[in-house]
């Protein structure tokens, strides 16, 4: 408990822990704001809404989701009840802090605490969602709002990323339900990055990009950044909108087609960023590999078949050394 960022309210200085090496530090963390992010209105028809997630995804990885049908109150109160949770006292937190990675609710600080060499600036509250049956006796049980708003924010998520399953299937060409069908876990993280002494010397999370099929994420404040054309590029939060990205997964069912584009959280001298992400993963035991219809006039796969809980294991040895997570799975074509 005492490794949570979150119980310390008195630091002056970036413990030596935290300090990246040299060559991998941010520096300046004043980017350029990302300003050709696609903005997609989910209310448009979908005879332009698929062409222009479609477009997104190949061209730029990520896009911003406005119009999406989820209530703006319950964006702020799942915000709110995140913000509070962090903010209760550690005899609280305790009861769900764990080291363990394979604890299915828990509470941890950096990535892997106690078998990384540089720890990153942020705590996170991890656990499942879907389906909310299965799931909810597991989480915090306070604050006392908990439950209920993040159980109402994680149905609607879940409905979305179904909606956005089916557009993207469409995009592809692929058949009706192909990838919702293919789809069955939510995990949610909500992330709390404190104020840091010096955002220049440390990240609140390293470059990488995401294992899954796509990311839902929530957040009020800038500190995501998006590595475009080689240069770091800031994604501006608009109100009350999602940021969308492709994980890993979908570009391998895509043979490629759309990208998973890596990614880093910078840190803030002044304020606290707390931030909701919503994974979407296949079963752990599906096996993953390009869509056929996508893979014939004579075009060939470009990556292998594999079962989603080898992927995950490798994607979390290759992400900690730092190697390419796609790379052992690519085809010589």
Known sequence: MEKLLSTKTDLKFVPESYILPPDTRPGNTEVPFFETIPVIDLKGESAQLIPQITDASKEYGFFQLINHGVEEKLLQDVLDVTK??????????????????????????????????????????????HPLEEHSQFWPQKPAQYRE?????????????????????????????????????????ANHYPACPDPSLTLGLPKHGDVDFITIL???????????????????????????????????????????????????QKLARTTVSSFIYPSYNRQ????????????LPLYRAFIFKDFLDTYITDTYQRKPPLERYKLQV
């Open 84 to 129: 509070e949770f962090f903010e209760l006292p550690a005899e609280d937190k305790a009861t769900i802090f764990s080291d363990d990675p394979k604890q299915s609710c828990r509470l941890y600080t950096s990535i892997d605490y106690m078998n990384e060499q540089v720890h990153y600036w942020r705590d996170a509250l991890k656990h499942p969602c």
């Open 149 to 189: 708003m993040v159980g109402r924010y994680s149905v609607e998520v879940w409905k979305l990323s179904l909606c956005l399953m089916d557009l993207i299937s469409e995009g592809l060409g692929l058949e009706p339900g192909y990838l919702t069908e293919m789809i069955e876990v939510q995990l949610m993280s």
């Open 218 to 268: 929530l957040q009020e404040m800038d500190g995501l950044q998006v590595l475009k054309d080689g240069h770091w590029l800031a994604i501006k939060p608009l109100p009350n909108a999602f940021v969308v990205n492709i994980g890993h997964t979908l570009q391998i069912i895509s043979n490629g087609k759309l990208k998973s584009v890596e990614h880093r959280v910078v840190t803030n």
């Open 288 to 299: 993953i590999e390009p869509a056929q219809v996508l893979i014939k006039d004579n075009s």
